[in-house]
């Protein structure tokens, strides 16, 4: 499998969560790596982890 880009990794967060985003970060890792993105919406904030060949959300964590 490719990986995908860092904008197909954003598409899938922000389909999960609608927010403005305000990183996101490729790390490399022995299964192929992930997108680690944080998004805002007002007051809330989220990072989730994309893995970049599958497009699975690895994980979601909110911060509010």
Do not use: C, K, W
Request: a negative charge; charged letters at 20%; zero cysteines.
């Amino acid at each position: 499998p490719t990986q995908m880009t860092s904008d197909e990794a954003l598409r899938i967060a922000t389909a999960r969560f609608a927010g403005s985003v305000e990183q996101i970060e490729f790390v490399p890792s022995s299964n192929g790596g992930y997108y680690d993105i944080e998004l805002e919406a007002g007051d809330q904030e989220v990072t989730m982890q994309i893995h970049a060949l599958t497009g699975d959300i690895l994980s979601v964590v909110y911060d509010d």
